[in-house]
Structures are given as C-alpha cells and as structure tokens.
T-cell receptor
C-alpha cells in the first residue's frame, strides 16, 4: 500500500532549537509539497518541488525555514531557529508526474515549540 | 487561484445522502474542480475531481452545474466515518504533474447516528 511517510510524527522542542522534518514520497511521484496547518490559518502551502527542483517556496518564511530534496526518496523541511509561532502540524504530500491529478498526503508531523 | 465558497458546517444523519455545495463563480475554463476531505487527526485525502461533466467514483459523485459556477459533492449514503472537513478547490490543469492546492476553510460535515 503506497503511502507518504513522515517522521517524526510528534516533536516537542525548545525555542531556538533546530527542527528537521522528513518525508518519503510515494515511489515514482515527481512532485513533493510541504503544507502547514494551524487553527488560525488552516492549511497553507509552504513550498513544493518537481523532479527535486524547488518550484515555489513563496509561502515559506525564508529567514528560518528551508526545504530540500537530497534525493528522490527524501524531502526535508528545516526550521532554524524555531519559535513558538511555528507550532503547527506540517504535512508532506506527493503527486504523480501526469496531469493535474490528486496529491497524496502523509500523516503529518505535529510540532510544538515551547 | 479562483475562489470557492462553502458553508462552514453541515449536519446529516447516518445512511442518508449528503449534498455538499460549492460556489465558484469566477472559475476559468481551464480550472478543474477538486474535492478533498480531512478526517480528524489525518492528512487531507483526495475525493474526486472533474472539469465539466458529472463524475462518479467509489467514494462520491460530483455534480457540476452547466455554467460551472457551482458544484455539489454527493455522498450517497453517509456513514460515521464520513465525518470530516470537505474542501472544494479549483486547480489549473498545467499538465506534467500536480501543482499546489490552495485550501479554504472547507465544510465541517457532522454525521449523526
């Protein structure tokens, strides 16, 4: 059963610490998305990659957030330094290399910055 | 992305049909209508999408108005497991792979036993 895998599922960290979230997209998918969900803002698109190249990161705070795809099987989202306002659920999704069809979401990483 | 308007919440009874409306009066000719849902503590999941014609799949049906300014997601026989937030999203078909989805507030569907 193909699925997007995110690790860790939960992370509690202190303000100022670096946080790295990882995502394994579905094999064969060439597009990877990072979303953030909070009660106030709902689901926001932070960035996405196609064939490992960043296509759009306009939704991402540039000063502290960075997203990379070291290889086709791993995407990372890093926050350094973390702040309490970064507390949210971060979702990764992947999409197949045809048409404008569905995106498949992972279970999310729940981040709490204290 | 063109904007969609959905009711904040709807309530229905188990085993009855549910019709979830979505207005998208500024839709362009190349926008596809996508529906996703998010179950509690889960990531969003794809439900259905269409362009002009009505569409059916194992999860739901999508009825699209002739002028495409509105659509309705139909769950034929709701179960308690269908309780979720349902998002109606317009998406340009750019080909060559999926583009980012712009989620609104969605409709919180409550199913009563």
């Amino acid at each position: 059963d193909a699925r997007v895998t995110q690790t860790p599922r939960h992370k509690v960290t202190e303000m100022g610490q670096e946080v790295t979230m990882r995502c394994q997209p579905i094999l064969g998918h060439n597009t990877v998305f990072w979303y953030r969900q909070t009660m106030m803002q709902g689901l926001e698109l932070l960035a996405y990659f196609r064939n490992r190249a960043p296509l759009d990161d306009s939704g991402m705070p540039k000063d502290r957030f960075s997203a990379e795809m070291p290889d086709a099987t791993l995407a990372t989202l890093k926050i350094q330094p973390s702040e309490p306002r970064d507390s949210a659920v971060y979702f990764c999704a992947s999409g197949p290399p045809w048409g404008s069809t569905e995106a498949f979401f992972g279970q999310g990483t729940r981040l709490t910055v204290v | 992305d063109a904007k969609t308007t959905q009711p904040n919440s709807m309530e229905s009874n188990e085993e009855e049909p549910v019709h979830l409306p979505c207005n998208h009066s500024t839709i362009s000719g190349t926008d596809y209508i996508h529906w996703y849902r998010q179950l509690p503590s889960q990531g969003p999941e794809y439900v259905i999408h269409g362009l002009t014609s009505n569409v059916n799949n194992r999860m739901a049906s999508l009825a699209i108005a002739e002028d495409r300014k509105s659509s309705t997601l139909i769950l034929h026989r709701a179960t308690l497991r269908d309780a979720a937030v349902y998002y109606c999203i317009l998406r340009l078909d750019s080909g060559g792979g999926a583009d980012g989805l712009t989620f609104g507030k969605g409709t919180h569907l409550i199913i009563q036993p």
